[in-house]
């Protein structure tokens, strides 16, 4: 495993991840801190956990979107995948928890 950090909304996360996903994990990133930055833009009176929430649901309806109808050959890669999500959405949800908490 491999230790690095991704900056989304401005804040860094540290990331472990496996050697040689750096490029992809950094790609994730900028693409989740997009999106963010996009739903921020767009819904200028919502809370920062609000808009979170709604850019994470965008972003997986694209997925959900992406496989529909699309029977993964490997289902242990599809595991791994939805496994690496579920983590990434785990923490950004413990930042939504905390931000609440400290409103």
């Known amino acids: 495993m491999k230790s690095i950090k991704v900056t989304i909304l401005g804040k860094q996360y540290p990331l472990k991840i496996n050697e040689g996903d750096e490029e992809l994990m950094q790609q994730i ?3 989740v801190d997009k999106r ?3 739903f ?3 819904l200028i009176n919502q809370s920062e956990s609000t808009i ?3 850019a994470c649901l965008s972003i997986t309806e694209e997925l959900f979107m992406a496989n529909e109808g699309v029977k993964p ?3 242990s890669d599809e595991k791994v995948i939805f496994s690496d999500i579920n983590d990434l959405l785990g923490k950004i949800l413990d930042e939504i928890e905390q931000e609440i908490s400290d409103i």
């Open 29 to 31: 990133a900028d693409y």
């Open 36 to 38: 963010f930055h996009d």
């Open 40 to 42: 921020r833009k767009a």
């Open 52 to 54: 979170m929430v709604l």
């Open 73 to 75: 050959a490997d289902q």
